[in-house]
């Protein structure tokens, strides 16, 4: 079997606070512990900053308030968080730096967004589970 959801700590980045309640009510129904929810691309480099360790995933909306995302993406990569992007907008508008990244069109089921998940979970962890 795939990557257990239950206990998996994950960041939410999403600067719609009904779309976020929504989210973070799947990935609650999924098992998953949200440790954080940040609406704007300065809380959310602020958060990976300080949870350096304590992410084992998170869900990033591409577009914040006019501005992307890409910021917090990067720290993450560069932490080796795997991450999935969420965006109201087209999938074809996402940073080609970021292809491989699973993306979830706005808005999804649980059944995609557990689906993304398990995928970059798996992909990260080489550990037997």
Known sequence: MMTT????RLLLVEDEA???MMIEAMLTDLGCVVIDIAGTLSQGLALVESMTGALDAAILDVNLGGEKVYPIAERLAASGVPFVFSTGYSLAGISTDFASVPALAK???????EKALRLVLDAASPRTQ
């Open 5 to 8: 959801l239950s206990g998996v």
């Open 18 to 20: 009904i779309v976020a």
């Open 107 to 113: 808005p999804y089921t649980p059944h995609a967004l």
